[in-house]
T-cell receptor, first 115, second 109 residues
Framework: EPEVTQTPSHQVTQMGQEVILRCVPI?????FYWYRQILGQKVEFLVS????????KSEIFDDQFSVERPDGSNFTLKIRSTKLEDSAMYFC?????????????FGQGTRLTVV | DAKTTQPNSMESNEEEPVHLPCNHS???????IHWYRQLPSQGPEYVIH???SNVNNRMASLAIAEDRKSSTLILHRATLRDAAVYYC??????????FGKGTRLSVIA
């Protein structure tokens, strides 16, 4: 069964450093998403991406965040200058479309720890 | 966004059916009811969705009230692997999923 793959599974970084989280969505999918989940809290939407541009973003997704699809397979989330409060699980997801019945497939997540 | 209300937690015995309720009294005519679940240490996983009619798939059944103000996710025989947080989400389908706190289901052997 096709799956969304995320690397690394765990990343530890120093405060103020840049991090790039990587995702390989399912190959025929057109919509891509990043979510995050701070420990013990709910899954929060960050950004959606379609046709090589951001289609929607939340208030959390400020200027410190950026997304990119550098080639035909990868989808990345960059945090420019990490803060302690960026520590969370980050989930990538993809879907064929954004219409009814289009289920989103989520990756296993990257645990980001900012120290 | 239309809001949903779910119990914080529920418990079930293994091999027994489980009925997970969701209230959504402010649902609009274009909102579909989606259910996702999140197993421990994993990303969310699609379970089922519906609009007005009851729906069945290999994972679960979805029973939707006639007035659409509530719905129930039914797991016919709970297993230990079904222990997860279950999310009821309303979406018109052209917006990203917005997760609430969900219901934490515990399954007892």
């Amino acid at each position: 069964e096709p799956e969304v793959t995320q690397t690394p599974s765990h990343q530890v970084t120093q405060m103020g450093q840049e991090v790039i989280l990587r995702c390989v969505p399912i190959s025929n999918h057109l919509y891509f998403y990043w979510y995050r989940q701070i420990l013990g809290q709910k899954v929060e939407f960050l950004v959606s991406f379609y046709n090589n541009e951001i289609s929607e973003k939340s208030e959390i997704f400020d200027d410190q965040f950026s997304v990119e699809r550098p080639d035909g397979s990868n989808f990345t989330l960059k945090i420019r200058s990490t803060k302690l409060e960026d520590s969370a699980m980050y989930f990538c997801a993809s879907s064929e479309g954004q219409g009814i019945g289009t289920e989103a497939f989520f990756g296993q997540g990257t645990r980001l720890t900012v120290v | 966004d239309a809001k949903t209300t779910q119990p914080n937690s529920m418990e079930s015995n293994e091999e027994e059916p489980v009925h997970l309720p969701c209230n959504h009294s402010t649902i609009s005519g274009t909102d579909y009811i989606h259910w996702y679940r999140q197993l421990p240490s994993q990303g969310p996983e699609y379970v089922i969705h519906g609009l007005t009619s009851n729906v069945n798939n290999r994972m679960a059944s979805l029973a939707i009230a006639e007035d659409r103000k509530s719905s129930t996710l039914i797991l016919h025989r709970a297993t230990l692997r079904d222990a997860a947080v279950y999310y009821c989400i309303l979406t018109p389908g052209n917006t990203p999923l917005v997760f609430g706190k969900g219901t934490r289901l515990s399954v007892i052997a």
